[in-house]
Every structure is written in C-alpha cells, then in structure tokens.
C-alpha cells in the first residue's frame, strides 16, 4: 500500500475521524483510523463500536491497500510533516513509513481485518434537516438528558417527525426540555438518539449546509456530504412526555428572561457542588424574592414585578432552573405556576417553539 | 465597621489580593481577606504566612473597623452587585452585610485578631527596576527552577546585582537558565526569590511601570505604587554557577532557532509524558540529524548544515532543550559542544544577554 496526498486535507480529516476513535482500549484496532486506498480514493475511518466517522479524500494511490494506524500518533505525524504533500507506504510486516521533506517517521500498524466492520443503514426514507436547526435544537434540549442510566431511554434525545413538525424532547427526571421546528417530511417517524453522538455530529456539522438522516431500526447514519457518521439508536419507550405538561395554572408570570436569570445567579452564590440547597421563589403584592439561606449564608434579591394570579411560595433547584433560561432563546418569556407542588413550566411570550418544565422541590 | 465603595475598584481589588489567599487552610482567617478600614482609606490583604498581597482603594468609611471574610464568597458576592456602589456593614456578632439595590448578601466574618501579622521589610538600600525587565527575565529563567526540594536553594532564581548588571539565575541539576540586563544601583547584593512569589509578582505587576524592591535578611518586599506584596526569601547558598560554565567547545553551531526548534519539536514525537527517551543529535559532514527511536516508533529529521570544529553525535534530553530554545529571544543562535558528555551551552549569536546549559545524557 502506498499513496501520497494533501498534508492539510488529510490532517483534517484525521482529525475529525478521531473523534470516533476511543484513546484507551483492549482492542488495539479501535485506537486506530481504518484507512483504505481504492480506486483514486482514501477513505478514513474511526469507529468505537458504537459511533462512528467516515470521510473520504483525494490521493494520488500507487499501491491500493488498506491499514489501521494508531489515530493520535498517525495524525500528529501527518500535522507534523513540513511539505504541502505527505506519503504513506506500508510494507508486507505492517510498517508504516510516513515522510514528507527532510522528516521521515516508522510506526507500526495494524491490519485492517482486525477492525470491527461498520454497520450500514439503508432506508428509502429519508430525512433532510438544515444542520443550523439541527445544532439549535440539540443545543437548547441537551442539557436536559439523563446523566445516569437508570432509565437508559433518558440518555438521549427524543426525535419526533409528525403532522410538518419536528419535535425533540430530553428528559432527566427533574425537568423536561422540547423544542419544535415546522419541517415537512412526507412520513412519521421517531427515534431516540444517544447524547453523545448529538454531541458530536451537531460539532462536527456545525451550521452550513444541510445533513441527510437514514434511520431503521436501531441504527442511523447522518451525512453533510463531507463526514458520514453511524450511530447507534436508543431501543425503548420514551416518556410519554404530552401527559407530563401541566393544562392549567393558578400563577402566571410574564417576564423578561435576563431579570429572572440575573436574580437567580446573584442568590445561588450561597449554593456550592457540595451543598445543594433550593432557592425560596415567592410572587406576593406586586414583588418577587428569590432568596437562599445555606451554611454559607443568606442571600436576596426583592424586586417590583406584577403578575396575574394567585400569590405563590415555592422552592426549586438553582442549577434547572437556570439551565432552563439560559436555553431559552427570546428576551420575553411566561413562567406558568399550578401551586407549589405542580410543574413550573418555562415558554416564550409569543408562539410555542419551547417549552421548559422543571419540578418544584418541597421547601418548609 | 460600616463603609462604601466603588464596586468596580473594591471587585478587582479583592481578585487581586485572592491570589496570596491559601483556598484550603486549617486556620479558617488565611482563607479569608484582611479588610482594614480606617482615615478614609480601606486596606485589602491576602497572606498565606509565606507571601502576601496587600492594597488600599478610596471608600467612604462611616465606622472604622477590621473584619476578615471569606475570599471567593467575599468577592463573587461585591462583583454580583448589581450597582455602582457597594455597602458593607459589620455587627458586634461579626455578621457581614453586602449590600447593593435590590441585592442583601449576609456572610459571618472572623475577628481580625486570628489574621496572622503580615511581617514588614525595611531597608534604605531600595532597588528599582522596571516591570517589563523584571518580568522578560523571570519568563525567560523560571522553567529551569527545580520542582523537588532536594535543594531548596533551586526552588527559586538567584538574583545578582553586581557591577551594573542584574544577573538572574535558575537551575535544577539537569539544565541552567541565565539572563543578564545592564542595571546601576549603588550597592552589591544578591538574593533568592521563591518561583511561586516570582510568577505571583510578573503576572500582577504585567509590564508596565517600575517597581520598587526591599530585601532585608530573609524577607522582601515588591512595590509598584499600587500593591506591595511581600516574600519570604530562599535561605542558603547557590550554586556557584559560574564554575559550571565550560569556558572551551570542540564543536560550534550557528543556526536558526526556529530550525533546530522545529526539527526537536517533529522528532519528539515519539516521546510521551510515560517514556523519556532521549533525542539522538548528530552533526557530521555538513549535515545535522535529529533522531529518536521509542516503542511507539521511530523519528528522524535530516538537513543540510554547515557547522564549525569537530563531528559530534550525543544524546540529550528533548524537554530541557526545547524549553532553552524556546526561551532564546532572538533568531540566531549559536549552540557549542565540548565533546558528548560536557555541558551543552545555548547562546546569542551575538552579545551575552542569555547563556542556556544543558546537560547531555548517555547513550549507547
């Protein structure tokens, strides 16, 4: 095997494969880029069993032929060479030679029947999302997924495709996050997609152009015509989250987004990682007081804020609640209250793209 | 004890003075920050019983007093503030209360009596030196300060005035850093700065303005009209380190910086924070080769380039040399050898503003 191409290019994308490629495992393989070379092609790959990257480059190939080469090593090699142009030839013991210039480096690989096959997704229908709408709606829900695995189809992200709307739901326990889009696909759909391959797509995408979504079963592929990334599906039921919004309310308060955030972080200084104490939210006679007393000490901010409905007193966690505003994406927003024990709900002032739910906590 | 402030001016005073603040003590005070309000003047300090910071900013004082209150809570709490003014008021009970518009922060103080006394320095010998030049020649040496305590003297850098030059020194036993910069004052006198107290001290003081130093027995004080800070210095002797400079060289190479930089910098990376392996550096018939074998792989990086006296092959630890390069503040070097097993000296090609000495390792 022996190609030659673009230091820049292929350094790219080795560094954007890595991010598939898990650094420590007892499979040596899998800390390794499979690269192929066919047909005036280099494809590169990295895979963890669950996830994978997959893009291909131009290369001037003398000898086709295919090798796994550890991903850091291979690709701070390649970073390294001083040329525009970097060759590659591996001989019959696996022995990869890369050089460019006055540099020239030996590592050795691995042959690439040793690296686990990529699952392939095949599906008529498919699904195109502009990767701008894709990254917002990751972003403003995903701090809402479940961290621990006790109910595993909270580790992802709800997909939901149905009546010209896309819909994604995340859910921890504590609170819940939606956010909806208008987007016209000719079938329904839903799937659950696991939090870090969210993570990673939606960075490796980023705003640009638009990605194509094959999902069956519980596989999908997303590709922006650059980068094709497998993944695996989340199997299970997700919450039926409809049933959790609350239909009414006894308090509701319309208010600009940054006054309540700047409330909450100036009181949840008295909040340290080690000491969890709710924050104490009372609305009566035209006032708001967010106030907090931890062993560190006391902390208030009462402010003039008029509000329709009942008077109310109840406590929540600092950490949601702000977690919640911050994703809201508008100045103005309505915070619906059903008494201290129901459901704060969290919405814009116009329209419904989205909807925050956070649970009170019960305070003396 | 009841005074006002400017927010702004108090906030980065408290950020300022945090940095000799221990952020875990057994004694609760160190954590604390020393507030002294008295004529008009409020007074900020942070100790940690080996170095401190102390500061004075205008407040209007309506009761004159002294408190000690937590660092980080005390300074989150005054930049949380959302108006210009700040108020601070303390009771019998040591209670303190932050306040300012709609934001009441209260925090327990500790008696200023459990705040260690802050030694003073005095000395009509004064040295002033101009921050930029105190802090090129700190940034330039201190990464040859030893981090063990085998010899204690080498946990800090010498400084040596003497003969209208400021000499500053550091060495830990495998490589020595000099840097030397004209500088008249009318006495001798040589002292050794803690390495923390020297980074403390450049990044407050930055590059502009003069600072005034004191330096009596075993103490020291920095002033640049704003902050003093005070140190203890380093008790013992140096290394006489002019004994260690090899006054002879078999071999003499002029180069680029940036090129023999670069070749270390493609060639180290086959070496891991795990595996020290030194560097294989050869000059022989017009040409230099950098090379290094590891398990990971082999390295090697060969160029055309010219050199004066004697071949020479010797082995040298890549870290050490790279830092020394990386220290050089100008484009050409010159790099003498006296042989493999004799000190390696990093020079100007012209002038003697730097010396750099590292020492070679065996190799087979």
């Known amino acids: 095997m022996k190609f030659s191409c673009n230091k820049e290019s292929l350094a790219q994308a080795c560094v954007n494969v890595s991010r598939a490629v898990i ?44 090798i796994v080469l550890n991903s850091r090593l291979f690709t701070d090699m390649v970073k390294k060479i001083p040329t525009e142009t970097v060759t590659v030839s591996i001989d019959d013991k696996h022995l990869a030679n890369v050089t460019g210039g006055s540099v020239s480096y030996t590592i050795l690989g691995t042959p690439s029947e040793e690296f686990p096959e990529i699952p392939t997704v095949e599906s008529d229908d498919i699904i195109r999302l502009p990767n701008a709408v894709f990254k917002d709606m990751v972003d403003h829900t995903i701090f809402a997924v479940s961290l621990n695995d006790v109910r595993p189809t909270h580790m992802g992200s709800l997909f939901e495709f149905k009546n010209g709307l896309l819909t994604v739901v995340s859910v921890d326990g504590y609170r819940l996050a939606i956010r909806r889009e208008p987007l016209n696909i000719p079938f329904e759909t839903s799937f659950i997609i696991p939090a870090k391959t969210l993570k990673e797509v939606t960075a490796l995408f980023g705003e640009e152009g638009t990605c194509e979504i094959h999902a069956v079963k519980r596989r999908i592929t997303f590709d922006n015509g650059t980068y094709t990334v497998y993944s695996r599906l989340i199997d299970g039921d997700f919450l039926e989250y409809e049933d959790t919004l609350p239909k009414n309310e006894k308090t509701l308060l319309k208010i600009e987004k940054r006054e309540l955030l700047s409330g909450l972080d100036r009181v949840s200084l008295m909040i340290s990682d080690r000491m969890k104490y709710p924050i104490h939210f009372t609305l009566n006679e035209m006032t708001m007081e967010i106030r907090c007393d931890t062993p560190l000490g006391k902390a208030s ?30 100045d103005k927003i309505k915070v619906r209250f059903n008494g201290p024990l129901s459901p704060i709900v969290i919405e814009p002032e116009e329209g419904n793209k989205f909807l925050y739910l956070v649970l009170p906590v019960r305070i003396k």
């Open 301 to 330: 901010d009462v402010n003039y804020c008029p509000f329709e409905g009942e008077s109310i007193r109840l406590g929540f966690n600092s950490g949601y609640m702000i977690d919640a505003l911050r994703a809201c994406d508008c």
């Open 23 to 66: 650094s420590k495992s007892t499979l040596g393989a899998l800390e390794g880029i499979l690269i192929q070379a066919h047909d005036g092609k280099l494809s590169l790959s990295g895979y963890d069993l669950e996830f994978s990257i997959t893009t291909c480059i131009d290369a001037q190939i003398e000898v086709p032929g295919e």
